[in-house]
Every structure is written in structure tokens, then in C-alpha cells.
């Protein structure tokens, strides 16, 4: 159990850890560590210096979003303060508050985290049924609840549509919080009976990140992209 003034259990370490393991990125290698500091969870780099560029930024919000899940189905509330500077090697800083038992969608989004092999790069699309006007409505809302917009069938290429989780600005918080939201986007899709993957081609490369900027209405700036499809039996 959390214990908030000692520390925590190091079962319940170890099980954030395989969860941080779980969660999707956009890098090939992103080596974090987990440490507990004056009543609060730290994530950080074992060595420096931190890259700070848009998706390795995404990619610690991921991680951090998959460790939110579980601290949930603990009955833990998360308050996550990025820090994304390359003079420190502290990710993000996690405060720990109890709260109540959780909820049936806490426990749903854990049971995707946990029963679902997610993506650990950039994968080709597949063929599958789009999402429904209702599925594409709750996804929405998942990645607004964290102050960002998936705009749906964003023409990466002339012949493939992709869903964008995008932000209004574009700092490394804005690419933080795109990577929570996207982590979010993922689990929730997958309660919905939706099979979802992180997709080429990759927003690193900023002559297609500008190319698909021009497109959002409003202006926006696209973060990561998806693909979003009913799963086959």
C-alpha cells in the first residue's frame, strides 16, 4: 500500500515500474527511472541530459499517463507537474493525494492498460472499419479532458486519413500533455472494442508537421497521429 510519509512499498514500486514499461512511445529508446522524493513520485532520467524535442516529450507523457491509470485503480489521485528542462534530470514530478475507491472506468481503463500490447513505435496502418459517430464523440472528450483536440480524418496522404491529437500552442508542456492525452485516447478506445496504433508517418519531420498543420481548421498544431478502427474478431 501507499504509504505517503515513509515512502512506498516496493511491491507497489515494482508494479509502476512494469506499468511505465507498457506504456507506448515515439522513440526508439526511452530509459526513465522511478524514484520517491519528499511524499511525491519523480520520473527521471538515469543520466543526462534530458532530451527535450516534441516526441521524446510525447513520449513521457505516456508513460506518465499509464502510471496515472494505475495509481487510479489504487485508489490514488495523481498530480503530475512537468519539468522538461535539459539542465534537470526530473521528468515530471507526481504528488500522491488518496481518494476514492475507484470507479468503473478507473478499473476498465486499467484492464486495456493491462491486457493490451501497446505500441512501442511508429507502426505501418492496417485495414479496419472506422470508429462510429458515438465512439469518435467519447474520444474526443477523453482528449479534451486533457485541454487538447482529436481532429479526425486529417489527410496525411492522398489516399489515408489519420486522427491528430493536436494542441492551440506548441511547447514541451503542449507536447507533454499531447503525449498524456494521446495514452488516454488509447486505453479509452480500447473500452470502446476499438483497436488503435501510432502511425507513419512520424510529426518529428517538420516539413509533414507543417503540411498537416496547414490543413487543421482551427489553426492548430498536430502532436501525434493515429489510427483508429473497430478491432476484427
Not at 470507479?103 to 470508429?131: F, M, N, T, V
Amino acid at each position: 500500500m501507499l504509504t505517503l510519509t515513509t515512502g512506498i512499498d516496493p511491491l507497489l514500486v515494482e508494479w509502476l515500474e512494469w506499468t511505465m514499461l507498457r506504456a507506448p512511445r515515439l522513440v526508439d529508446h526511452q530509459p526513465c527511472e522511478l524514484r520517491f522524493s519528499s511524499g511525491a513520485l519523480e520520473l527521471v532520467e538515469p543520466e543526462g541530459p534530458v532530451r527535450v524535442d516534441q516526441p521524446s516529450c510525447a513520449s513521457y507523457g505516456m508513460t506518465v499517463e499509464f502510471l496515472v491509470t494505475a495509481l487510479h485503480e489504487r485508489a490514488v489521485t495523481a498530480q503530475v507537474t512537468p519539468v522538461l528542462v535539459p539542465s534537470n534530470r526530473i521528468l515530471a514530478r507526481i504528488a500522491l493525494v488518496p481518494s476514492a475507491s475507484p470507479s468503473k472506468i478507473d478499473r476498465a481503463l486499467y484492464d486495456a492498460l493491462d491486457s493490451e500490447r501497446w505500441p512501442a513505435l511508429l507502426s505501418l496502418p492496417q485495414p479496419g472499419c472506422p470508429p462510429t459517430a458515438y465512439q469518435r464523440d467519447v474520444l474526443m472528450m477523453a482528449a479534451a479532458a486533457h485541454r487538447t483536440a482529436l481532429v479526425w480524418d486529417v489527410p496525411v496522404t492522398p489516399d489515408a486519413t489519420r486522427a491528430a491529437v493536436a494542441t492551440t500552442t506548441d511547447t514541451p508542456e503542449d507536447w507533454f500533455r499531447a503525449g498524456r492525452s494521446t495514452a488516454h485516447v488509447l486505453l479509452r478506445a480500447h473500452t470502446l472494442g476499438l483497436h488503435t496504433s501510432l502511425v507513419t508517418p512520424s510529426l518529428r519531420h517538420s516539413p509533414v508537421r507543417s503540411a498537416i498543420r496547414e490543413w487543421l481548421r482551427p489553426e492548430a498544431y498536430p502532436q501525434v497521429l493515429l489510427q483508429v478502427h473497430q478491432r476484427q474478431s
